[in-house]
């Protein structure tokens, strides 16, 4: 059974960067794709009404997806080598704020960031809070 263990989240002020890290144990190989999804706190889901949204996708040939708010600003990258999926964040803004989970799907590149958003997914980790001040 596959394990995702989030780390690399924290508080920054708009315009800063952070690198979230998720490690897997186990055999992630038999997945198609992995990604981020994002669940706003309690304060940002009571100003916006957002719930969960997937940020980005990654498959196994290392093909990337991402949802429009967060393109040119984040960036998704294995190292496979190492078991690990990164989520590269710059620029951030308040409206990125919330906790980043790390999960694992057998979904094609082209729904995976539906499925993320969904919660259709086969394994998942606990998360790391990200937040971000004006």
């Known amino acids: 059974q596959v394990h995702l263990v989030e780390s690399g989240g924290g508080s920054v002020q708009a315009g800063g960067s952070l690198t979230l890290a998720c490690v897997a144990s186990?055999?992630?190989?038999?997945?198609?794709?992995m990604g981020w999804f994002r669940q706003a706190t309690g304060k940002e889901r009571e100003a916006t009404g957002k719930?969960?949204?997937?940020?980005?996708?990654?498959?196994?040939?290392?093909?990337?997806d991402y949802r429009d708010s967060v393109k040119g600003r984040f960036t998704i990258s294995q190292d496979r080598a190492k078991n690990t999926l990164y989520l590269h964040m710059n620029n951030l803004k308040p409206e990125d704020s919330g906790m980043y989970t790390c999960?694992?799907?057998?979904?094609?590149?082209?729904?995976?960031?539906?499925?993320?958003?969904?919660?259709?997914?086969?394994?998942w980790g606990q998360g790391t809070l990200v937040t971000v001040s004006p």
């Open positions: 186990g055999d992630t190989h038999t997945y198609s794709s």
């Open positions: 999960a694992a799907d057998d979904s094609n590149l082209a729904t995976m960031l539906d499925y993320l958003t969904a919660g259709y997914l086969e394994v």
């Open positions: 719930e969960r949204e997937g940020v980005a996708a990654i498959d196994s040939d290392g093909a990337t």
